[in-house]
Structures are given as structure tokens and as C-alpha cells.
T-cell receptor, first 114, second 115 residues
């Protein structure tokens, strides 16, 4: 049982490049979410999903796209990276399609945009 | 929009000292409250949670938190810290009716326990 996995662990992008951060979970969790962590600002919700085929915006969705074609995977796409997107990104999942339940976090992806 | 405030950004204390971290939230309706912890080099993990009932909740590793509805607060406490409690602590709130199916985190408090 690997839990929540994220790849890559580190990434450096140039402004305007695109990339996809991968997130997968093997716990059959319905709820999955993406957060970014910036110093002094805690974790801010980017997008979330309550099940395959269903996604919704969080607090800071601009510049990011998501899709949920399977229960296991929830990739985060940066279409045109900007320096403001330099951050640590965490994926999380929980039971029953609700944020109310305990969130299980991945190890994070540290992204730098130059 | 709901917000969560953690007033202490950094706390430094010695082993065996008592710890209290403040957390206040802005929404007045029904809330579910959480404290998460991130030890150096590790994933965020749940420390404790409050849904209903006894406002004093106990979590792992000797931590407890008290929900005071009138003060919109959910402060975290530990009577005697250890060096291994060095970590960043995050308060989080799920305001079910106001914010729907989302979790809002505070800015975090970095705690350094000196041996």
C-alpha cells in the first residue's frame, strides 16, 4: 500500500513552459485535492475532485488545470508556468468524497519557475 | 469566505516546556476542525480533529486541543514538549455549509524545541 505518491519530487521550469504534476493513490479514495504551500501562507487549495469525472475549483485555481479520469489519478497541469507558481505542491486524498475526513498527503513536489 | 488565522509564525522553546498554539477561524456556522503536523522531511499527517461532542479532544503524541465556539478558536496544547515535536503545525477548518467540500488551512506555526 503506497498511499499517495507524487512525481516528480523536484522540477525547474522556465517561464512559459508547461508540465504536469502527477498524483496517484491506491486507497480507493474518492476525494482528491491539490494544494500549494508557500511560506507564511499555509496550504491553499488549488483544485479538488469528489470522484472520477468530477472536479471543482479551490481557492487559487488560476493557471492550473486538473482532470480525474480514474479514481486513482489526479494530475495537475501548468499550461504556461509563471514565477508566481514557484511553490511546493501537495496532493491529498480522503474517504467518501468529503473534505471532512482525514486527508492523506503525498510527499510533495518542489517546483521552481525561473 | 472562511479564513483561518494562526497568530504565531515561529515558536522556540526548550524541552519540557508547555506549548500552546493559537488558531482562530472566521466562520460562525458548523465547522469541523483539524490540526495537522509536518515533521522535517515527512508528509503532513493528522494530529487530531474535532467534529462534535466534548470540546476537548486528544490526539496523538500527547497533544490536545480545545474548541471554544464563542471565541471561534481551536488552540493546540501539549503540557511538556520533546525535541521530536520540532515541526510545522497547521490548523485547518471545514466550514461545511459556507465553504462546501473544502478544507481551509492556516498559515502554519514553525515550532523549534531545543534539547
Amino acid at each position: 500500500n503506497a498511499g499517495v505518491t507524487q512525481t516528480p519530487k523536484f522540477q525547474v521550469l522556465k517561464t512559459g513552459q508547461s508540465m504536469t504534476l502527477q498524483c496517484a493513490q491506491d486507497m480507493n479514495h474518492e476525494y482528491m485535492s491539490w494544494y500549494r504551500q508557500d511560506p507564511g501562507m499555509g496550504l491553499r487549495l488549488i483544485h479538488y475532485s469528489v470522484g472520477a469525472g468530477i472536479t471543482d475549483q479551490g481557492e487559487v485555481p488560476n493557471g492550473y488545470n486538473v482532470s480525474r479520469s480514474t479514481t486513482e489519478d489526479f494530475p495537475l497541469r501548468l499550461l504556461s508556468a509563471a514565477p508566481s507558481q514557484t511553490s511546493v505542491y501537495f496532493c491529498a486524498s480522503s474517504y467518501h468524497g468529503l473534505a471532512t475526513y482525514e486527508q492523506y498527503f503525498g510527499p510533495g513536489t518542489r517546483l521552481t519557475v525561473t | 469566505a472562511q479564513s483561518v488565522s494562526q497568530h504565531n509564525h515561529h515558536v522556540i522553546l526548550s524541552e519540557a516546556a508547555s506549548l500552546e498554539l493559537g488558531c482562530n477561524y472566521s466562520y460562525g456556522g458548523t465547522v469541523n476542525l483539524f490540526w495537522y503536523v509536518q515533521y522535517p522531511g515527512q508528509h503532513l499527517q493528522l494530529l487530531l480533529k474535532y467534529f462534535s461532542g466534548d470540546p476537548l479532544v486528544k490526539g496523538i503524541k500527547g497533544f490536545e486541543a480545545e474548541f471554544i465556539k464563542s471565541k471561534f478558536s481551536f488552540n493546540l496544547r501539549k503540557p511538556s514538549v520533546q525535541w521530536s515535536d520540532t515541526a510545522e503545525y497547521f490548523c485547518a477548518v471545514n466550514a461545511i455549509k459556507a465553504a462546501g467540500n473544502k478544507l481551509t488551512f492556516g498559515g502554519g506555526t514553525r515550532v523549534l524545541v531545543k534539547p
